[in-house]
T-cell receptor, first 109, second 116 residues
Framework: LAKTTQPISMDSYEGQEVNITCSHNNIATNDYITWYQQFPSQGPRFIIQ???TKVTNEVASLFIPADRKSSTLSLPRVSLSDTAVYYC??????????FGAGTRLFVKA | DAGVIQSPRHEVTEMGQEVTLRCKPI?????LFWYRQTMMRGLELLIY????????DSGMPEDRFSAKMPNASFSTLKIQPSEPRDSAVYFC??????????????FGPGTRLTVT
């Protein structure tokens, strides 16, 4: 399984765009990159998944460069309710999953 | 769909007692996962099942922990005997493994276990 490195924490203000970058240097050819969000006292929630280039959904965008050794989760115009922990998970097919420490995002008013 | 259902939501028990946590996965999902989350260790995968069969239980901390999945709609995680260091939030998650894109796991609300 690919080892990941993410910032431990980030601060932002409401209305700003937030970019969280995850390094996964030893990602395997078959690995997809999945991001989860976890609010306090809740289980993680799937945000977005991609393999390469750019993926966008109603919640976020995911940018993956050609070498796939990193990925960036982009949250447009964050609000207070986006305060959460964000996890980056390279892997395949939903079996063995390793959640690292994640990035704790704190959005201020 | 009601999502993944876990019970109880909170459990307080004394050291040495048996604890059973229950999970009902989302209908149609064929993979089920048990996780444990603490401040110190983060979110740890304990065991996962595919089509009711345990695939990897290497994350189960000790023989005191056991998990079963008798059918596609029910799983249990049992701790016997429980110890204070087992205090944590235990999450159950399920997914539908039918393609490489089925990496999305749906998590239940968790069971907060306190062992005194």
């Amino acid at each position: 399984l690919a080892k990941t490195t993410q910032p431990i924490s980030m601060d932002s203000y409401e209305g700003q765009e937030v970019n969280i970058t995850c390094s996964h240097n030893n990602i395997a050819t078959n690995d997809y990159i999945t991001w989860y969000q976890q609010f306090p006292s809740q289980g993680p929630r799937f945000i977005i998944q991609g393999y390469k280039t750019k993926v966008t959904n109603e919640v976020a965008s995911l940018f993956i460069p050609a070498d796939r050794k990193s990925s960036t989760l982009s949250l447009p115009r964050v609000s207070l309710s986006d305060t959460a922990v964000y996890y980056c998970l390279p892997g395949t097919g939903g079996f063995k999953t390793i959640f690292g420490a994640g990035t704790r995002l704190f959005v201020k008013a | 769909d009601a999502g993944v259902i876990q019970s109880p939501r909170h459990e307080v028990t004394e050291m040495g007692q048996e604890v059973t946590l229950r999970c009902k996965p989302i209908s149609g999902h064929n993979s089920l996962f048990w996780y444990r989350q603490t401040m110190m260790r983060g979110l740890e995968l304990l065991i996962y099942f595919n089509n009711n069969v345990p695939i990897d239980d290497s994350g189960m901390p000790e023989d005191r922990f056991s998990a079963k999945m008798p059918n596609a709609s029910f799983s249990t995680l049992k701790i016997q005997p429980s110890e204070p260091r087992d205090s944590a939030v235990y999450f159950c998650a399920s997914s539908r493994r039918d393609s490489q894109l089925s990496y999305e796991q749906y998590f239940g609300p968790g069971t907060r276990l306190t062992v005194t």
